[in-house]
Nanobody, 124 residues
Framework: QVQVMESGGGSVQVGGSLRLSCTAS????????MAWFRQAPGKRREGIQC?????????VYAESVKGRFTITRDNAKNIVYLQMNSLNPEDSAIYYC????????????????WGQGTQVTVSS
């Protein structure tokens, strides 16, 4: 059974930084593509970025995070990270990660295993 767990969220002020972590078990982590998504109240789940098994990031799906968010992974620890800098209130959301074999997708419907997410709140 695949289990996904996100952590590292919290409340920060505008301009602050957070590093989110995501662990996944029940799968062959070095072979899966890992993606980060976020969902704000009343909005659809938005793809942020994906990272290949090799550690190469995909193209950034969310234009608003370009140059501010960085995705990395540590296959030895089964962890994927999302470093978020220069945060603003529009970044407030629940952040999720999801694994997928076979390739990256910015469409959340292409992923079948999800964690509970981690809340990020940015206040001015």
């Amino acid at each position: 059974q695949v289990q996904v767990m996100e952590s590292g969220g919290g409340s920060v002020q505008v301009g602050g930084s957070l590093r989110l972590s995501c662990t996944a078990s029940g799968l062959t982590f070095p072979k899966v593509y890992m993606a980060w998504f976020r969902q704000a109240p009343g909005k659809r789940r938005e793809g942020i970025q994906c990272i290949l098994p090799s550690g190469t990031p995909s193209t950034v799906y969310a234009e608003s995070v370009k140059g501010r968010f960085t995705i990395t992974r540590d296959n030895a620890k089964n962890i994927v990270y999302l470093q978020m800098n220069s945060l603003n209130p529009e970044d407030s959301a629940i952040y999720y990660c999801a694994p997928r074999y076979g390739g990256c997708s910015e469409d959340s419907f292409m992923y079948t295993s999800w964690g509970q997410g981690t809340q990020v709140t940015v206040s001015s």
